[in-house]
């Protein structure tokens, strides 16, 4: 069980007088649902108490010591449980999956009730020169943002979902395949399509500057753009441009982007991503300090690991994807440009983030985590090394690694999910205990059988909210169970602009979680990721359970939550 601070009582007696004084009086109806004598983690970061949380319709409706004879058509037994607000997800990729299986496992059994999507590439908008997305059976039939919410919610989905506009989705719609800067007239467009998707509902922009399509976009671009998301009261949120060597630049250029903009900044899961600069965490901790004393709103999101997901395509340079993907894979073809290729990759790039050097150039902290083609099967879960050792057995010469990776490439027609162990555990530490640092995913709504269950992917899809929790506060003791909580709920809460989500509090919606202290943990791992988290007991979404007794319940209360509505 948890320990119970010195002093907790008083400020839980005080910080909840109201609710106790209102829950003595028996309701004038019976509740739907009444949560009786949990431990109380509110989501403020306040201590904990014990208590009942009542639940009517979609909203809480009392919470405190509530008066026993009051009546409720279900009633939990939450005693030696934590009572929590629903984890959000401050950063996910379920754009697609959650129309294939609106049941969203893998993000239920880890306490999720709300997701937050949209970087780089989002839902919408899909018009001009932009190739509709298609995953899994499901292929894009709306054109704007609105019409992606319309659709998941006709579909049904058991999270609720709010979603930035990716700026790789408007640079699509405006110059296609194209990984040049958007002339005046382009960037004009994508201001009048960032707007649509603003009044659709978007909380704000989102980009990843990393990524070759964005690359080219200066920082004065993203701010023209970011410009029209102050009108509508949004925020933006980056993956900056570079987590490797130019990382401090890279942080720089965040907070400027935020300062002259004059909108909130959220710097997508915060991490060294080079071995050349690990344990520098500090420098970029007191960048984001300094400029939150000058009145800069700029934040942070991580992840509880210290391996990231991304393509074994990263590692080739980014003037090879110019022109989509059949242009690079006629430029990996073509013999008489390899050894620029090779030359590129070994020595890096200006303003590039290399993937291969950031690990020092060593195959082996590179794990495949994709869906292989039959050929290539018996490479699923396995590092590169280990791939390029049987891919070259018997060959006389020896065959340039480089040289393997380009034809892996062609024949998985240019793109293989990888996992890099590229950063450290020193370093997340650092940046996970910061006041103004957040949990979310960067990870996907899977399963562990189903449709949903496909390729070798990072365990954070399945655990990062149990990990935290297990791992950082029940095991290493690093947060306090009520700071994590915070992290997961009323931060990310307040960051998405979600005003009445992410608190345990009467009047606000019934997003809630209840876990088990003692026995909360993920259990997915990098060589075998298909395993659900243990120790969440029961998650309700919009005042109805998703999973009763660690068990889903198929029923889909999710919403699209539209900014401004």
């Known amino acids: 069980m948890l320990r119970r601070p010195l002093g907790s009582m008083l400020l839980a007696l005080m910080a909840t007088s109201g609710a106790l004084a209102s829950g003595r009086e028996p309701p004038r109806e019976p509740y739907d649902l009444l949560i009786r004598g949990g431990t109380i983690i509110d989501g403020t970061g306040n201590p904990w108490f014990e208590g009942d949380v009542a639940i009517r319709g979609d909203r809480i409706a009392a919470l405190g010591h509530l008066a026993r004879e009051a009546a409720a058509h279900r009633v939990i037994d939450a005693h030696g449980l934590v009572v929590a607000p629903g984890f959000i997800d401050m950063h996910s990729h379920s754009d697609m999956t959650l129309l294939q299986d609106g049941d969203a496992p893998s993000k239920i059994h880890d306490g999720v009730t709300t997701e937050i999507l949209g970087e780089d590439t989002s839902a919408g908008p899909i018009k001009g020169k932009l190739v509709r997305r298609s995953r899994g059976g499901v292929t894009a039939t709306w054109t704007t943002l609105g019409g992606y919410f319309d659709e998941l919610e006709h579909r049904g989905i058991a999270v609720n979902v709010a979603n930035y506009a990716g700026l790789g989705s408007l640079l699509g719609c405006v110059l296609g395949d194209s990984l040049g800067r958007p002339d005046a007239t382009q960037l004009e467009a994508m201001k009048q399509l960032l707007d649509e998707a603003m009044r659709d509902g978007a909380i704000g922009l989102s980009t990843m500057l990393a990524s070759p399509r964005e690359l080219a976009v200066r920082t004065e671009d993203i701010i023209e753009l970011v410009r029209v998301v102050r009108r509508h009261g949004g925020r933006y949120s980056s993956h900056i441009r570079n987590e490797g060597t130019e990382v401090i630049a890279a942080a720089k250029e965040a907070i400027t982007i935020g300062r002259r903009a004059g909108v909130p900044v959220d710097i997508i899961h915060i991490k060294i991503a080079d071995q050349s600069l690990w344990r520098h965490m500090g420098e970029i901790v007191g960048l984001i300090d300094q400029a939150r004393r000058e009145g800069v709103d700029v934040q942070a999101n991580i992840y509880p690991y210290t391996r990231g997901h991304n393509d074994l395509v990263t590692i080739i340079p980014p003037w090879a994807h110019e022109g989509g993907k059949a242009q690079l894979l006629a430029r990996l073809k073509d013999r008489g440009l390899r050894d620029r290729l090779k030359r590129d990759i070994r020595a890096g790039l200006p303003g590039w983030y290399n993937h291969y050097t950031a690990v020092g150039g060593d195959w082996g902290r590179m794990l495949i985590s994709a869906h292989l083609s039959p050929a290539n099967r018996p490479f699923e879960g396995q590092t590169m090394d280990r791939i390029i050792a049987a891919r070259t057995a018997g060959r006389s010469p020896a065959q340039d690694p480089l040289d393997v990776l380009f034809d892996f490439l062609i024949e998985e027609n240019g793109s293989i999910g990888t996992i890099y162990a590229h950063h450290t555990e020193e370093d997340m ?42 791992e950082y506060v029940r095991q290493r003791r690093l947060l306090r169970w009520e700071d994590a909580v915070r992290k997961m709920t009323s931060l990310n809460a307040a960051k998405a602009g979600l005003v009445d989500r992410g608190l345990l509090r009467p009047g606000l919606f019934a997003d809630v979680t209840i876990f088990d202290p003692v026995a909360i943990l993920d259990r997915a791992t990098y060589l075998d990721p298909f395993q659900y988290s243990l120790g969440i007991v029961f998650v309700i979404v919009n005042g109805r359970l998703v999973l009763d007794r660690g068990q889903l319940t198929h029923a889909h209360p999710g919403r699209a939550l539209r900014h401004g509505r």
């Open 429 to 470: 530490n650092l940046a996970l205990v910061q006041p103004w640092c957040s949990i979310g995913s960067d990870g996907t709504a899977l399963a562990i059988e189903g449709p949903l269950r496909s390729g070798h992917p990072h365990p954070r899809s399945f655990g990062t909210f149990a990990r935290v929790l297990g």
